[in-house]
């Protein structure tokens, strides 16, 4: 997308943002010959793979920020971002997570980057000490609303605890969509009766549109008054995993289900296409609330434990990075083995 004018174009088209994460990047220098002469170039000056790999990853995360730093500047710090993710293997190790986003942050040298942190429950205090430290964070691989609500206190108290100004500090808390509709799909079906099939693709907007209440109920009042006071951003809800799994569903259920203020929406190149090809941009993340809650309390009168499928949609995600991760590492070992003969 950087070599062939493809991310300027999507810039020009209103794209106002960028993510990456190691299934994008393995499936990228997997592809292609993009990378090869600056593998060659690292490998050359002794780094190994591993390290071969995070400079190649800086690299394009960097370029793509240089594009997108007009964005940046005209919003005032509130889009223009471009995420890269922490190693996925760190998840559960506070310290070393909280090391590696301050290396990246720094090693970039932009201010309109995020680290990626997994929400996991050693991620949560590496987001408030990340954010205490002004770096700015997207919080991935939220799928419950106890998550996200543990995840938008590790951002307010990261807030609290920095003295210098806000106005520069953000970030964005990416909740996933799609894959819970996968999942909970497969178990209505299990259940087989009436009421259960007739809840099909309808826990993930629901969730969603719950999440999205709990984020105006907190990023209002008196405690985040007195943040605001001081120039800071709310932490926006990002639905993540929008791309339509199932066949049957609108292509763009995870887009037009979820348009509202301070909204995000990572939008896969196919998405995006079918979003501005027949999508409608109108407001619906908070167009019934009600309807939103009756349809969790469904769910659970169905025997759907959603306690238990986001717990496993979480470990499915940290394993499915660290394999991409892996991946791409045997891709790149592959590739200067083929260089050296």
């Given at each position: 997308?950087l070599?062939d004018?493809?991310?300027?174009?999507?810039?020009?088209?209103g794209v106002?943002?960028?993510t990456?994460?190691?299934?994008?990047?393995?499936?990228?220098?997997?592809?292609s010959?993009?990378?090869d002469?600056?593998l060659?170039?690292?490998i050359?000056?002794?780094?190994d793979?591993e390290?071969a790999y995070w400079?190649?990853?800086r690299s394009?995360?960097?370029?793509?920020?240089?594009l997108?730093?007009?964005?940046y500047?005209?919003?005032g710090?509130?889009?223009?971002?471009?995420s890269i993710?922490?190693d996925?293997r760190?998840a559960h190790?506070?310290?070393a997570t909280?090391?590696?986003?301050r290396e990246?942050f720094?090693?970039?040298?932009r201010p309109?980057?995020?680290?990626?942190?997994?929400?996991?429950v050693e991620?949560?205090?590496?987001i408030t000490?990340?954010?205490?430290?002004g770096v700015?964070?997207?919080?991935?691989?939220?799928?419950?609303l106890?998550?996200?609500?543990a995840?938008m206190?590790a951002?307010?108290?990261?807030?609290?605890?920095?003295?210098?100004?806000?106005?520069?500090?953000?970030?964005?808390?990416?909740?996933?969509?799609s894959r819970?509709?996968?999942?909970i799909d497969g178990?209505?079906?299990?259940?087989?009766t009436?009421?259960?099939?007739?809840l099909r693709?309808?826990?993930?907007?629901a969730?969603?549109r719950a999440?999205?209440?709990n984020?105006?109920?907190t990023?209002a009042?008196?405690?985040?008054?007195?943040?605001?006071?001081?120039?800071?951003?709310?932490q926006?809800?990002l639905w993540a995993?929008?791309?339509?799994?199932?066949?049957?569903y609108?292509d763009t259920?995870?887009?037009?289900?979820?348009?509202?203020?301070?909204t995000?929406n990572t939008?896969p190149d196919a998405?995006l296409d079918?979003?501005?090809?027949?999508?409608?941009?109108?407001r619906?993340v908070d167009?019934?609330?009600?309807e939103?809650q009756a349809?969790?309390?469904?769910?659970?009168?169905?025997?759907?434990?959603?306690?238990?499928?986001?717990?496993?949609?979480?470990a499915e995600?940290?394993?499915?990075?660290v394999?991409s991760?892996?991946?791409?590492?045997?891709?790149?070992?592959?590739?200067?083995d083929?260089?050296?003969d």
């Open positions: 997308m070599a004018g493809e991310l300027e174009r999507r810039i020009a088209q106002r943002g960028i990456s994460n190691p299934t994008i990047f393995a499936k990228a220098m997997a592809a010959d993009a990378y002469a600056e060659a170039e690292a050359g000056r002794g780094l793979v390290s400079q190649l990853a394009d995360v960097a370029s793509a920020a240089e997108l730093a007009p964005v500047e005209s919003s710090g509130a889009d223009g971002f471009v993710e922490v996925p760190l190790e506070t310290e909280v090391a590696m986003g990246l720094g090693a970039i040298g309109n980057v995020m680290i990626k942190v997994p929400a996991t991620g949560l205090p590496a000490e990340l954010i205490a430290g700015n964070v997207n919080v991935t691989l939220i799928f419950s106890e998550r996200h609500l995840v206190e951002y307010l108290a990261g807030l609290e605890a920095r003295s210098a100004p806000l106005a520069r500090v953000a970030s964005v808390a990416s909740f996933f969509v819970v509709d996968s999942d178990r209505l079906d299990d259940l087989g009436a009421p259960a099939l007739a693709g309808r826990a993930a907007v969730q969603a999440a999205y209440a984020f105006a109920a990023f009042g008196s405690r985040w008054d007195a943040l605001a006071a001081r120039g800071a951003h709310p926006r809800p995993s929008t791309s339509t799994k199932n066949p049957s609108p259920l995870y887009v037009d289900s979820l348009i509202g203020p301070h995000v939008l998405t079918a979003f501005v090809d027949h999508g409608v941009a109108a619906t167009a019934d609330p009600a939103a349809t969790l309390r469904a769910l659970a009168d169905a025997g759907i434990d959603l306690d238990a499928v986001t717990a496993k949609l979480e995600g940290v394993a499915a990075f394999k991760l892996d991946e791409v590492f045997a891709t790149l070992q592959h590739k200067v083929a260089l050296s």
